[in-house]
């Protein structure tokens, strides 16, 4: 048979995510150093964004609302994203004797926008709210961490057991297993405290949150015109908003968000579209920059068909992939290739850790006849999403490095997609990208490929790797980089996906701005940005 690419296509409609959760993770500018301060600054900030699914803390799960709700909320920790520890947010400082049960001190001036004083009681309704299966809550998952959410997913408990006010300033959170990462887990929008306010109506709530962070809303969200958010006067934090004002102006086609930069209609813009990428430079001068990323394309494998469940098959798939001409050749060099699971700007970070991920076509062509390879392949990815030349290439290179025959293609809207994939009917390898809610190694790791995880859609399960990631996760933050590195092992020597690349953030500002950073989601820190005139 002669080697062919077939293309079957569910769907041609546009507009799907491409990924699960897309984000980047950035740095400096060049035009300060992070850590910097705050400057004093003032004036308004007209930014990019789209238009978010949603602007309430529980529901919201993509950039697009979440670059709203970090300024409208605080929660009991942030992120120094220099070092990625968790640091002081309502909750001026915690304690635990055991990974177990921890104490959060809460800072006794914080308000809501409102005037509402801010107590634990506030957390405490906020996360039971949540985590509450009758309120339909997206975020509600990550709080399986918590003692007594197994009963209250079930419907035989009513609040959380593990969340409790011992006093108008102290929080006690008990955990259902040891979990060291929980201060940075806290930081995350889906644990913001919420307002009495919120629960008398909370349709109107979600329009218009009133939170407790450095900026407040300015009228209601403008569907698909507009989010405006004046400075909070009366934010106790340490680092108050730089802009008196953010106004984030809501596009559907990035590529006219990138023109009106161009034409001074806009001052920022943090992703860039491909086309423009080559060209930055030149359009913007110093006035641009493109920043590393947590943010993982792969081709995950589905393991549950016989013809991937030898790890060999796997190995020689990875192997047969030159992913750096890919990048060069159609991304424009724009991508980094990925030799691990845990993005290199983690402190757990390794840059080549993968020997499966270095291309070596011959090596992989000996394997893939080993183990008695497959000779058709189907390729799986969501459509609309700009993957179509890549996957094509991809499969050009398995059909020349591994004599694979014939590869054919699906491709689905992404609501459908993952229907597909969580129905566990995928035939072949299949796209998909995962990013750092939160910058930890257990957020990288353990959503994706713990044998219980509902976002494992590979039917890989270890109880190795389990047990690892369990160990990891008991060891005290500052000691468990080691024990998540050996929790990777596993995977980079049983490649239940394929690793392909981590994004680079491309982020491009008018004149009228200086002090651009990007944090680990890909979004900018506008609160630190110098409004120049």
Do not use: K
Not at 12 to 25: D, E, I, N, Q, T
Not at 180 to 188: C, D, E, F, K, T
Not at 398 to 423: I, K, P, R
């Amino acid at each position: 048979m002669s080697n062919r690419i077939t293309v079957r296509s569910a769907s041609v409609a546009v507009g799907a995510a491409a990924a699960l959760v897309l984000a980047s993770c950035g740095g400096d500018n060049g035009n300060g150093e992070n850590g910097d301060e705050t400057a004093e600054g003032g004036g308004t900030l007209r930014a990019y964004n789209c238009e978010p699914q949603s602007i309430d803390p529980g529901t919201s799960t993509e950039v697009c609302g979440a670059a709203v709700l970090e300024q409208v909320f605080t929660g009991l920790t942030e992120i120094d994203y220099d070092t990625f520890e968790a640091v002081p947010g309502v909750a001026e400082e915690w304690e635990t004797e055991d990974n177990v049960t921890w104490t959060f001190h809460l800072g006794e001036d914080w308000t809501f926008h409102n005037g509402e004083e801010l107590t634990a009681q506030n957390f405490v309704d906020a996360f039971n709210f949540t985590a509450d299966p009758e309120n339909a809550q997206p975020n509600a998952d990550y709080y399986d961490f918590f003692a007594g959410y197994e009963e209250l997913a079930a419907g035989e408990a009513e609040e959380l057991a593990g969340v409790r006010a011992v006093d108008d300033y102290t929080l006690e959170l008990e955990l259902a297993e040891p979990f060291g990462q929980l201060p940075a887990l806290l930081s995350l929008v889906g644990f913001s405290p919420l307002p009495e306010a919120a629960f008398e109506d909370f349709d109107s709530f979600a329009q218009a949150p009133i939170g407790n962070g450095r900026y407040q809303m300015d009228g209601e969200w403008e569907h698909d015109v507009a989010i405006n958010l004046e400075r909070y006067e009366d934010w106790p934090g340490e680092d108050p908003g730089s802009p008196d004002r953010i106004e984030w102006v809501i596009y559907s086609d990035v590529s006219t968000a990138y023109q009106d930069v161009q034409a001074g209609n806009i001052d920022l813009l943090y992703n860039a579209p491909p086309e423009n990428i080559p060209v930055m430079e030149q359009d913007f001068g110093d006035n641009q920059d493109s920043f590393e990323t947590g943010t993982l394309t792969f081709l995950g494998i589905p393991t549950y068909q016989d013809e991937f469940s030898d790890p060999q098959i796997r190995q020689a798939l990875s192997m047969a992939i030159d992913r750096q001409e890919i990048i060069d050749n159609i991304f424009d060099g724009s991508l980094t290739v990925a030799g691990s699971f845990l993005p290199p700007v983690l402190p757990e970070g390794r840059e080549d850790a993968c020997d499966f991920c270095e291309f070596d076509p011959d090596t992989a062509a000996d394997l893939y006849e080993q183990a008695n390879g497959p000779s058709e392949l189907t390729i799986y990815f969501n459509s609309g999403a700009g993957h179509e030349d890549w996957t094509e290439a991809v499969a050009n290179q398995w059909m020349a490095n591994l004599g694979v025959d014939d590869v054919t293609f699906e491709s689905l809207e992404f609501a459908q997609y993952l229907d597909l994939l969580e129905e566990g009917d995928i035939a072949g390898p299949y796209r998909l990208g995962w990013t750092l809610s939160y910058p930890s190694a257990q957020e990288s790791l353990e959503p994706m490929y713990h044998s219980q995880a509902s976002r494992n859609y590979t039917g890989w399960g270890s109880d190795e790797f389990d047990e690892r990631i369990a160990a990891a996760n008991a060891a005290d933050a500052d000691e468990a980089v080691e024990a998540y590195q050996e929790a990777e092992d596993v995977l980079l020597e049983e490649l239940p996906v394929l690793p392909l690349w981590f994004e680079d953030q491309h982020v491009v500002w008018s004149e009228n701005i200086d002090n651009v950073h990007v944090t680990s989601r890909g979004l900018p820190q506008v609160e630190r940005v110098e409004v120049l005139d």
